[in-house]
């Protein structure tokens, strides 16, 4: 079997992520032992919450170890198997990280059936990022029809499934994405109401325009000057969830926004609810998102785009874009090929 | 009949509100028409959120305007009546506000039984304040047994209810109150576990060690350095109903806190839920509080203490000494006897 590859964690990024703080390792394809199968990776997943795991600030999950391997979730096959849960051939969910062949004791792995929708679609619409915007928008951000929902990086995996279900539960949804190609995607390809530029200096009043009635929902996850310019328009009994911060993963020292001495007069005033969650929080949830969602992909009411990076070589590089929005889509990384 | 008198609020207060921000006039009490009553004021409740009122910053209720009486909730009595509703003797629940006498059409008067428990609580453990703790503490801090709950302002109105009701279900209660008198009256009378200074300079240090599993639900009535002294504190998924921001409600300019730039970072982080909130956006809540709450006084397992200023004219200065804690318990103005 040719040598596999890993990219390890060389040094905890200060600030952006750079090449050199990753390496590029051959090792030689490990063997399973006994209840272990063997994985080759065909797609790994990129998402922004992996810079979280390159810091040891406090967080929700430990951070990728320097000298580790990193953390990532995948769709692979079996390749070989002493589990009797797993046949040579299947296709899993795991989360094998960043690098070619991975062994697992099967804990962990969802079988993913190659006739229902394209495997990659269970680390996107179908996977994690799906999930999390349908959890996060209907438990947290719960928008009635009539309302407003606002959701930046529009046109990613995530905000781009939190818009069409807000249209979809009879809300407006007004996007922000990064460029006239993107928003024009976010308007005309998945029906949002609108869709702003955030690199616009007039976003603030754009996105007052935007909101005629303000905003009822807004789901967090890029932080910065986005949130700067949502927080004067939030109306009463306003729900903003909050699932990333990607404009401050990069941020050396955490500047206080604008508005944080008013944060909590607005929070008593206006009533608002501002909720942290991951994905797994809303675990219960599996299954109602699972049929949800392959429904409405099926009737083309959510539509998703994927956006390629060819070998694991490129990982690195590939996340290094998604923080700058250089993606266009759900990123992923094509490993290697659907079948070996 | 005597003349009757108001308090007017004469001029928006500047930071804390003066003596001269309030007039003191008399007047002829008016005689009820068809369908009214005129209530005679026996209590009349002061109550923190009136800081508010006073000032035309956005809220969620239109202020008092310049010239007007000043707004609050009373315990009336039904000295003449038109309305076939209401008898003359009849005790009432109404918002009479700063004056001793006040005609009423008779919509939102609630009816008050003396047989049942001292008239002034109507307005105080079995009126807005305690339903203020039992709805935020129970419909958003939702306090599970074994969990630390901190409440300021502890030997207050709605701080002595928030402990209580926190050790009712089984929670650590950690309190923050003003000086060792009401320190130890909330650990020694009301049953709190612990109960620090504010204006100890060793508070953060000291409610860390008073929280030793950290803290699971921050009940926020003061704001300020309570709240930077809470916030690194706060558990994983740990709730913090807003109801008031009282160390907060003088200031000119609001100051961000030290935590302002880390606090979406730990939202995000801890999964922490924020949520401002008023008495009023659960008033389909009054039955079970009030069944709920009568039930734990009889039983001894909520106590209250009331603290009793003789006079209306002695209003403003009672509440310009509650802004700074000058009461010890419920803040009430004796306007009248209990019956003329």
Not at 6 to 14: A, D, E, Y
Not at 207 to 214: E, F, N, Q, T, V
Not at 221 to 246: K, M, Y
Request: with cysteine.
């Amino acid at each position: 079997m040719a040598q596999a590859k890993r990219v390890v964690l060389v040094s905890r990024p200060v600030g952006e992520p750079k090449a050199s703080d990753f390496r590029i390792e051959e090792f030689a394809p490990p063997s399973p032992g006994a209840g272990e199968v063997l994985l080759r990776t065909i797609w790994l997943s990129l998402d922004p919450y992996m810079r979280g795991r390159m810091s040891d600030a406090p967080s929700y999950a430990a951070p990728v170890p320097v000298g580790g391997v990193m953390e990532g979730g995948t769709v692979s096959e079996v390749i070989a198997s002493e589990n009797p849960g797993f046949a040579k051939g299947d296709i899993v969910l795991s989360r094998a990280g960043w690098q070619t062949h991975a062994i697992s004791d099967g804990k962990g792995l969802a079988k993913i059936d190659p006739k229902l929708a394209p495997v990659s679609t269970a680390v996107g619409v179908l996977g994690m990022p799906g999930m999390t915007a349908y959890t996060g928008l209907l438990e947290i951000g719960k928008p009635q029809a009539g309302e407003t929902v606002v959701v930046a990086a529009a046109s990613g995996a995530v905000g781009s499934a939190v818009g069409q279900i807000a249209k979809i539960k009879g809300a407006r949804a007004v996007g922000i994405a990064g460029g006239k190609d993107k928003c024009d995607y976010v308007r005309n390809e998945l029906g949002f109401d609108d869709c702003l530029d955030h690199r616009d200096p007039a976003l603030a009043a754009k996105l007052k325009d935007a909101c005629p009635k303000g905003i009822d929902v807004y789901f967090e996850n890029v932080g910065g000057a986005v949130f700067e310019a949502v927080f004067p328009l939030l109306n009463a009994f306003a729900r903003v969830p909050v699932c990333g911060l990607i404009a401050q993963y990069n941020d050396t020292e955490t500047k206080a926004p604008k508005w944080a001495g008013a944060m909590m007069r607005n929070v008593l005033t206006k009533r608002l609810t501002i909720r942290g969650f991951i994905v797994s929080d809303f675990a219960a949830r599996q299954g109602d998102f699972l049929r949800d969602m392959s429904q409405w992909i099926r009737e083309g009411k959510v539509k998703y785009r994927e956006f390629v990076t060819e070998g694991l070589d490129n990982a690195p590089g590939a996340f290094m874009g998604l923080l700058k929005g250089a993606n266009f889509g759900k990123q992923l990384v094509r490993v290697g090929p659907d079948k070996a």
